[in-house]
T-cell receptor, first 111, second 112 residues
Framework: QKEVEQDPGPLSVPEGAIVSLNCTYSNSAFQYFMWYRQYSRKGPELLMYTYSSGNKEDGRFTAQVDKSSKYISLFIRDSQPSDSATYLCAMLDTGGFKTIFGAGTRLFVKA | DTEVTQTPKHLVMGMTNKKSLKCEQHMGHRAMYWYKQKAKKPPELMFVYSYEKLSINESVPSRFSPECPNSSLLNLHLHALQPEDSALYLC???????????FGQGTRLTVV
């Protein structure tokens, strides 16, 4: 079993839809949770960073962490074609340094 | 400014060549990382430097040799690579080991 599970998709939605992206994990030591967006042939761009459980909102993006269920989510409201990219969840344990990535979900937003 | 700068953006090298990848950040971050990413796969950690000292080497072949000349610079020296080493090489930095990492745009390496 992988430490972090993420459905690779692809996920295709119409413009304006609410997108829900999810990851599950098995290591209860994970304390720091990130979402990265990666466009084709570019480096990952940090979207959201959350410590421990709870919600965090930034513009059209909301990140949720449920440590009791070992489940994290990223919601994108009013999705745009420019949101078409691969979304990677990532986690760090308290020891730090080693970021564990999910497989990445490929998202396509159709105009 | 959350910028990590990598050069070159593209590199084609033969299997007998020696080349270097460079990475620079001016955010005062004390942890710097090299990752390798193959197409449609997540980044794989190669090396971690903390306070300019190598702290993690993920059993990377010796044909990859990292170097951290100072707190802002990170190099990856390449020698006698194989075609299967062709990938996107990403540099990242974080303020400390337990904070979020910021990535550069990567060097797309092709070994012929």
């Amino acid at each position: 079993q992988k430490e972090v599970e993420q459905d690779p998709g692809p996920l295709s939605v119409p413009e304006g839809a609410i997108v829900s992206l999810n990851c599950t994990y098995s290591n209860s030591a994970f304390q720091y949770f990130m979402w990265y967006r990666q466009y084709s042939r570019k480096g990952p761009e940090l979207l959201m960073y959350t410590y421990s459980s709870g919600n965090k909102e930034d513009g059209r993006f909301t990140a949720q962490v449920d440590k009791s269920s070992k489940y994290i989510s990223l919601f994108i409201r009013d999705s745009q074609p420019s949101d078409s990219a691969t979304y990677l969840c990532a986690m760090l344990d308290t020891g730090g340094f080693k970021t564990i990535f999910g497989a990445g979900t490929r998202l396509f937003v159709k105009a | 400014d959350t910028e990590v700068t990598q050069t070159p953006k593209h590199l084609v090298m033969g299997m007998t060549n020696k080349k270097s990848l460079k990475c620079e950040q001016h955010m005062g971050h004390r942890a710097m990382y090299w990752y390798k990413q193959k197409a449609k796969k997540p980044p794989e950690l190669m090396f971690v430097y903390s306070y300019e000292k190598l702290s993690i080497n993920e059993s990377v072949p010796s044909r990859f040799s990292p170097e951290c000349p100072n707190s802002s610079l990170l190099n990856l020296h390449l020698h006698a690579l194989q075609p299967e080493d062709s990938a996107l090489y990403l540099c990242a930095s974080s303020s400390q080991g337990d904070t979020e990492a910021f990535f550069g745009q990567g060097t797309r390496l092709t070994v012929v």
